[in-house]
């Protein structure tokens, strides 16, 4: 074999089949095996001849072309510069802080603002976790770069250069920068950003992405413009630092209640998506499929399968549900939502109430707050009677009183009153007639005559007799429509009763109970808004009045004014009754009257006028079950065949048990003081059931439809 000698090589290099390339301009040889030479001061290497020839060829031939060719090598650069090298980053950008001075960092983000000083460009990076401002000083040397194809930056690494290169990096463009942490200027420190007490010093700052001009701005206008725009352009509204701290809290708090119930031997367990259509709740969105005149649905909750885990000896079931119902939307309600949803087997209602206070305490702590009192208990029949709806909001007054027994329906003047005193009623105690009405304290004259005018209207929508106003004047002077009628008499009860000064305003209802409680209560949230609005009522955002509602009735009438009106249940029909009324439940001579008297171990768990979660102990027993649904709701034989799967499980050695689920959504709202749960969804619907950034629901083509032989009308 021929060789060649080279003299003055430090090792001995064996070069056949091995890569060559450049490198630095020089020659190197990779994964080339070496070894020491014996030669002492001068050492030899011994390569092949033919190798050495190939080398020349192709790589100093190359090289000398390269050199000579300033075209080539700066398109060879420019390529360099368009590939994205991502590095790990050191830190996100909230995470910076005055314990970081002088240490070199990289960080990536949006460009936030920009402000061109004349000797430094100021640049505030956001990321996920927060902000904080960049500075690049065109007096020293700086690295600009891009990876956008369309995007190339003046090299020359002067002043002129980086300002003109500056003027290429839009809002909103993605960027990383490496560079050093220092302090802040004094006077300059900014206390309302989290890294406001230093700033990073650019040694290279790189476009990764540009950005077009957006239809809103994140910073000024993002919540001047309507919903539906930030909807139709989520992924912009996201990264809207309101928006990015509930999304984030929504995912602490998902964690904190897993964690919290798996402490409690709970175990997360996913339930089907695709379910059969059953009578029960809501409407459902139901799904079709290619087997002519098969369906499923999306369930409404994993009631039936959670009952059935029971069955299956998993005592303790949890998940974070995925719930539909399609029904008319409002600003806490969506088509999908989230539940936290729990099934216990061997539990009292006192084991429930115990777990879910502990949960909820849990939950609010991980947001910041310190829940650290026992929750109060109403039944049904008290919050009714007192607040006129099952989930009061207990922050404020402005409670309901029965004034019937200030007036006689035979002597009253009032026709109103008397009509309506002489009504006939059933055995429904809701159907019984009562007047009754709520105090608003001190709010003369700063109420004037067309806020009530729009109380009055507002009674209308909910009850044909509308609400009757009193304005308590000077010198206990009524100023109402009844002023003319009412006797000194009956005038001094209501007085006394209500402890009446000037300056009050009184709102009264006169009918059958269930509509009078009603619309007080409606009225009694619309004053409310109307009092914050005046300033006459001041609410804390962080006051959490947590309470219990419980022995609500089993079953409600569809018509309180018919005795003999089908019953609905008043939660689902799967709800176990009280103990003490199950005799009413299977005397076969009770009527509707007293299936509307058992009351139901079902409970709510309310908090500042919103339902954050129900539940109930279930029926355990088939038998018991099939009454309900056959002689009490009396659904027809069909219906009944759709349970049939439950019943059949029921029989088969079904423990006691019991469950609740939470509404995640509206928790999560409550959690960041908001009105509306799409502020704690990342892509939620609009109010019509509208998805707008896909545009969904959307039409499909006709032969998609006769693959599931649906016809289109």
Not at 254 to 282: C, H, K, S, W
Not at 457 to 484: G, P, R
């Amino acid at each position: 074999m021929n060789r060649v000698i080279l003299k003055n090589s430090k090792t001995f290099l064996n070069v056949l089949n091995k890569p060559i390339i450049k490198n630095n301009n020089c020659l190197s040889l990779l994964n080339i095996s070496t070894s020491p030479s014996s030669s002492s001061s001068s050492t030899t290497s011994i390569i092949n001849k033919q190798q050495i020839n190939q080398f020349n060829k192709r790589n100093f031939t190359n090289t000398l072309n390269n050199n000579n060719n300033k075209n080539n090598k700066n398109e060879t650069e420019n390529i360099n510069n368009k590939i994205l090298n991502i590095i790990e980053r050191s830190h996100s950008c909230g995470e910076i802080t005055s314990k970081d001075i002088g240490k070199e960092v990289i960080i990536y983000g949006w460009i936030n603002s920009l402000r061109n000083l004349g000797d430094k460009v100021f640049l505030v990076i956001r990321d996920g976790h927060g902000k904080v401002q960049c500075y690049v000083d065109l007096k020293q040397q700086c690295i600009l770069k891009s990876s956008v194809p369309n995007i190339d930056m003046n090299d020359d690494g002067d002043g002129s250069s980086i300002e003109e290169n500056i003027k290429l990096f839009k809002l909103e463009s993605i960027v990383s920068i490496k560079g050093k942490v220092i302090a802040r200027p004094e006077g300059m420190i900014n206390k309302n950003m989290a890294s406001g007490e230093i700033e990073i010093s650019v040694h290279q700052l790189q476009l990764l992405n540009n950005c077009v001009d957006l239809p809103f701005t994140i910073e000024h206008d993002s919540t001047a413009v309507t919903e539906e725009l930030r909807l139709k352009y989520r992924y912009v509204d996201l990264r809207r630092d309101k928006v990015q701290n509930n999304i984030r809290l929504r995912s602490k708090v998902a964690m904190a209640a897993r964690n919290y119930l798996i402490n409690q031997q709970f175990i997360e367990v996913e339930t089907p998506t695709l379910f059969r259509p059953t009578p029960e709740g809501a409407r459902e969105y139901l799904v079709p499929t290619r087997h002519q005149g098969q369906f499923y649905s999306l369930p409404q909750s994993p009631q039936q399968y959670k009952q059935l885990l029971m069955v299956g000896g998993i005592d303790r079931y949890f998940q974070l549900a995925r719930c539909y119902r399609d029904e008319d939307l409002r600003s806490d309600r969506q088509p999908e939502f989230t539940q936290i949803d729990m099934e216990l087997s061997f539990v009292n209602t006192q084991m429930i109430y115990r777990i879910i206070e502990g949960l909820v305490k849990t939950l609010w702590k991980e947001a910041g707050f310190n829940i650290d009192y026992e929750f109060p208990f109403y039944t049904y029949e008290q919050v009714l009677s007192t607040y006129g709806i099952d989930k009061p909001d207990t922050r404020y007054d402005m409670k309901l009183v029965d004034i019937t027994d200030c007036f006689n329906k035979d002597e009253t003047n009032i026709n109103l009153f008397k009509n309506a005193l002489s009504q006939a009623s059933n055995n429904f105690k809701e159907s019984k007639p009562v007047i009754k009405c709520i105090k608003l304290d001190q709010v003369l004259p700063t109420i004037k005559s067309k806020h009530l005018d729009q109380i009055t209207t507002e009674s209308k929508q909910y009850y044909e007799n509308s609400i009757i106003t009193v304005q308590i004047k000077s010198n206990n002077d009524w100023k109402s429509l009844i002023s003319k009628h009412i006797s000194e008499q009956e005038k001094t009860l209501i007085t006394e009763r209500m402890n009446l000064k000037e300056g009050d305003v009184l709102l009264i209802s006169v009918g059958p109970r269930y509509q009078v409680e009603s619309t007080l209560g409606k009225i009694r949230i619309y004053c409310a808004n109307l009092l914050k609005d005046l300033n006459l009522l001041k609410l804390d955002p962080q006051q959490f009045n947590f309470l219990w509602v419980v022995d609500f009735p089993l079953f409600t009438p569809s018509d309180y004014m018919n005795e003999q009106s089908a019953l609905l249940s008043t939660h689902h029909p799967f709800t176990a009754p009280h103990p003490e009324d199950i005799d009413l439940l299977l005397n076969p001579l009770s009527t509707p009257s007293d299936y509307s008297k058992i009351r139901g171990q079902h409970y709510d768990i309310v908090i500042n006028g919103v339902e954050l979660g129900g539940g109930s102990i279930r029926i355990h027993n088939s038998d018991v079950q099939l009454r309900v649904l056959e002689k009490v709701l009396k659904l027809e034989p069909h219906m009944v065949q759709r349970f049939n799967h439950l019943l059949t499980a029921l029989s088969m050695g079904c423990p006691p048990h019991g469950g609740i689920a939470l509404g995640f959504d509206r928790l999560c709202s409550l959690l960041v003081n908001s009105n509306s749960i799409r502020d704690v969804i990342a892509f939620p619907k609009t109010s019509g059931g509208k998805e707008l950034m896909t545009s969904s629901p959307a039409p499909v083509t006709k032969s998609e439809l006769d693959e599931l032989f649906l016809i289109q009308k």
